[in-house]
């Protein structure tokens, strides 16, 4: 099995240690994630799962414990560039990471900041702006799309970057439902044909229907991980940790408790018909 892209050791980290305001934002974290996945971490607001994001490309370093990327410590500041060129962050507010006045002025940014050549810059350029699905867009203000196209252009953006993981924290949280299905149609992409791996934090359920693995997050801790029939066959325990379940899967489960032979874990429309139908 290949190693670990991101490893997570024994995690702690508290928010303003040695403070009367101390709080323990993460507690004994073990995590890792491997090249290529697609890891969804779901929790309510206060769980941790943003704080979990920040320590992925060192933002944020371990109180204790140790976070690894391809092997290399977050906490080994002479690293912390190689660490981020590896790592890449998309943010719930894309306004606030966009910089110049065009499109494709913003996605050559960040590859500028690393010195690369003009040739190789306008190539990534194109490259990131085709895999997002906005090349259309390239001369126009980044100020004057909708709220899923910027967060589009925000993430080529990181793809110009050449990064092999990008974390994505609750990006389509400020979003309509013709965003939100625009950015996470943009993410499946980038995780299925360019095979960047990919860890996406929300609450919302019906985002992490098609990821790999569900990481669940209550308390600072992980309550939960499997793959998404895994972790939705639980639902006794989801609403116990206040957190829904996709709508299938409730009605599957309601259909299940008065008499109907279903499987436990159904989290698809087509899946439920298939069974209802036998």
Not at 59 to 65: F, N
């Amino acid at each position: 099995m290949a190693e670990p892209l991101i490893r997570f050791e024994e995690v702690h980290f508290k928010y303003n240690a040695g403070t009367e305001r101390e709080w323990a934002a993460l507690q004994d974290i073990t995590l890792e994630i491997y090249p290529g996945e697609f890891v969804a971490v779901l929790g309510h607001n206060g769980s941790g799962k943003s704080t979990l994001a920040k320590h992925c490309n060192a933002l944020l370093i371990p109180s204790a414990g140790k976070v690894y990327v391809n092997g290399l410590d977050t906490s080994d500041e002479t690293r912390v560039w190689e660490i981020r060129q590896q790592i890449g962050m998309v943010f719930q507010n894309p306004d606030n990471q966009l910089v110049a006045t065009t499109v494709e002025e913003d996605v050559a940014f960040g590859p500028e900041n690393l010195g690369i050549p003009s040739k190789e810059i306008q190539l990534r350029v194109d490259e990131a702006l085709r895999a997002v699905g906005m090349e259309e867009y390239r001369l126009h203000s980044p100020h004057q799309l909708s709220g899923g196209q910027k967060q589009r252009v925000a993430i080529a953006g990181m793809i110009s970057m050449r990064p092999q993981c990008i974390v994505l924290d609750e990006p389509t949280a400020m979003l309509d439902p013709v965003g939100r299905r625009e950015v996470m149609e943009t993410i499946h992409h980038l995780n299925k044909t360019e095979n960047i791996t990919i860890v996406h934090i929300t609450h919302h359920m019906d985002e992490v229907i098609d990821a790999d693995r569900v990481v669940i997050m209550a308390g600072g801790k992980i309550a939960l991980q499997g793959t998404p029939k895994e972790v939705f066959s639980q639902i006794d325990l989801l609403r116990r940790l206040h957190l829904d379940v996709p709508q299938v899967t409730d009605l599957a489960h309601r259909l299940k408790r008065h008499g109907c032979s279903l499987p436990e874990g159904i989290t698809k429309v087509d899946e439920l018909v298939m069974h209802l139908c036998q």
